[in-house]
């Protein structure tokens, strides 16, 4: 089986999901970020009660992951503050967990303020700061005209698979250069 070049990036919300999937490609034989190929907002009706949102959710999280071969998934990173709300959303992370080990996808967590800081719109922007700054700086991997009308959270999604991809690309490479230096020969040691 080949490895996949898709990578999903998720925002996850109370009762919401924003998703963002990539597509690199090999450039020179190194993996670069192509384009945006999805991109949504799974939300859940207000009506109905938690278990029924949440049932919903990993329905759909894992309509998505059965829809693409995912290489990795980015999720970002709960940051517990004041709001009582957020504890919440951490449940809603583990919705996403449980549908990922389920098939097996490997998924890793974005800081917030790391996205919002490598994405360029510094680590107090707002959700519109994340969305300017990625129509400034990504505006080859998609199309604003794409999202019109969709919730400034979609672009968090779309930022925190960007990094997320940027810094497993980053630890991936780390790794196969440990690995290539700790069983090859130095030069001119015939003692190994």
């Known amino acids: 089986m080949t490895r996949s070049?898709?990578?999903?990036?998720?925002?996850?919300?109370?009762?919401?999901?924003?998703?963002?999937?990539?597509?690199?490609?090999?450039?020179?034989?190194?993996?670069?970020?192509?384009?945006?190929?999805?991109?949504?907002?799974?939300?859940?009706?207000?009506?109905l009660d938690l278990k029924q949102r949440f049932a919903m959710l990993l329905s759909d999280v894992e309509q998505i992951l059965g829809n693409y071969n995912i290489a990795a998934a980015f999720i970002e990173d709960v940051v517990f503050l004041k709001n009582i709300k957020l504890r919440t959303v951490s449940y809603s992370v583990g919705i996403v967990i449980a549908a990922l080990i389920k098939r097996d996808t490997d998924f890793?967590?974005?800081?917030?303020?790391?996205?919002k800081k490598l994405i360029g719109a510094g680590a107090q922007a707002s959700k519109?700061?994340?969305?300017?700054?990625?129509?400034?700086?990504?505006?080859?991997?998609?199309?604003?005209?794409?999202?019109?009308?969709?919730?400034?959270?979609?672009?968090?999604?779309?930022?925190?698979?960007?990094?997320?991809?940027?810094?497993?690309?980053?630890?991936?490479?780390?790794?196969?250069?440990?690995r290539q230096s700790m069983f090859s020969p130095i030069q001119g040691d015939s003692n190994i």
């Open 128 to 178: 519109r700061g994340v969305k300017d700054a990625l129509l400034l700086r990504y505006q080859t991997l998609f199309s604003a005209k794409d999202f019109v009308g969709v919730k400034d959270e979609l672009y968090d999604a779309i930022a925190v698979a960007i990094v997320g991809f940027e810094k497993y690309k980053l630890t991936q490479d780390l790794k196969e250069r440990l």
């Open 108 to 115: 890793y967590f974005v800081n917030p303020r790391t996205v």
């Open 5 to 47: 070049n898709l990578y999903l990036g998720i925002d996850p919300g109370y009762a919401d999901i924003g998703f963002a999937l990539l597509k690199t490609r090999l450039s020179s034989g190194i993996e670069k970020i192509e384009r945006i190929v999805d991109a949504g907002w799974i939300s859940t009706p207000s009506t």
